[in-house]
């Protein structure tokens, strides 16, 4: 069992990190990124340098 922060401190830092780099990671091939808590799924096209 985790700590009770630690789900808040997860959305925090995924949100920051998806705001300042969803750009690049379209850029890099990511088609699809869904994301819920903790948990972060993502698609990318093989066909993307």
Request: glycine share 4%; aromatic share 12%; net charge negative.
């Amino acid at each position: 069992m985790g700590a009770p922060l630690a789900p808040v401190i997860a959305d925090i830092f995924m949100s920051h990190l998806e705001t300042t780099l969803m750009d690049r990671l379209t850029q890099s091939g990511v088609c699809e990124w869904y994301r819920y808590v903790d948990d972060t799924f993502v698609f990318i096209n093989k066909d993307a340098n």
